[in-house]
């Protein structure tokens, strides 16, 4: 059975798309911990990021860094934060957090609510500086 986050790359549930290419899909998270917090997936299911294979995952790291590339372009952070957990869901996943400080990336807390008008916006515009 597919994993959630295998049927929104697939387009099957909608989501705030901010990249994508052949092999790898990002979006927002719509339980974000701060403004932009985008998840970086591949598109094959693999349910732990350190399961794939050492060049896919260069590959992965390298989508990653141009997706916080583009978010630190249009929102204000000192950096943007990278964690991997991935209990929540069995999908490997990359969380990129735009951060100020470093409990920005504090997973334990209240969620940011944000409506769906502020999430397209924000994905629009990571969206059209990912190069």
Known sequence: MATIFSKIAAGEIPCHKVAENEEFFAFLDIN???VGHTLVIP???VDYLFDIDDAMLGRMMAFAKRVARAQEAVITCKRVG?????LEVPHAHIH???I?????MYF???KLKLS????DKIA???RNEFK
């Open 100 to 104: 100020q400080k470093e409990s920005d």
């Open 116 to 119: 769906a008008e502020e999430l």
């Open 43 to 45: 598109k094959k299911e």
């Open 82 to 86: 990278l964690a991997v957990m991935g």
């Open 124 to 126: 629009t515009q990571i």
């Open 32 to 34: 974000p911990v701060a």
């Open 108 to 110: 334990g807390g209240a």
């Open 96 to 98: 990129l957090i735009p």
